[in-house]
C-alpha cells in the first residue's frame, strides 16, 4: 500500500509558474514509477508526466519544455515543475505510483490559470 498527499496548487496567472509535490508513505518509495495526471472538467483523465525508478521522464506532447517531472527518494517525494503556465493547464492534478499491477492514486490539487 502506499498512500499519496498532493500539494502546491492554486490560481497562477498565464504566464506563471507553480510546483507541484507529491508526498509518498506507507511502502518503497524507490521501487515505483511516479507520475502525474491532470483531469480538466467535462474531459478523461490525461499523463502529463511520468519518471521511472532509475529516473527516466517522459511527457505528454503539449507540456514538453515548460513542465519539469523529478523525485527525491530521500524525502519520497516528486514534483511536477510547470512553467509558462497557459489556461488549458487548468485542471486537478493527480500524483500515482505505479508498480507491477499496482496502482496508487493521491487526492488531486486544483491548479487554476486564469488573469
Known amino acids: 500500500q502506499v498512500q499519496l498527499v498532493e500539494s502546491g496548487g492554486g490560481l497562477v496567472q498565464p504566464g506563471g509558474s507553480l510546483r507541484l509535490s507529491c508526498a509518498a508513505s506507507?511502502?518503497?518509495?524507490?521501487?515505483?514509477?511516479m507520475g502525474w495526471y491532470r483531469q480538466a472538467p467535462g474531459k478523461q483523465r490525461e499523463l502529463v508526466a511520468t519518471?521511472?525508478?532509475?529516473?527516466?521522464?517522459n511527457y505528454a506532447d503539449s507540456v514538453k519544455g515548460r513542465f519539469t517531472i523529478s523525485r527525491d527518494n530521500a524525502k519520497n517525494t516528486v514534483y511536477l515543475q510547470m512553467n509558462s503556465l497557459k489556461p488549458e493547464d487548468t485542471a486537478v492534478y493527480y500524483c500515482?505510483?505505479?508498480?507491477?499491477?499496482?496502482?496508487?492514486w493521491g487526492q488531486g490539487t486544483q491548479v487554476t490559470v486564469s488573469s
Open positions: 500515482n505510483a505505479h508498480r507491477r499491477v499496482y496502482d496508487y
Open positions: 506507507g511502502s518503497i518509495f524507490s521501487i515505483y514509477a
Open positions: 519518471i521511472t525508478s532509475d529516473g527516466t521522464t
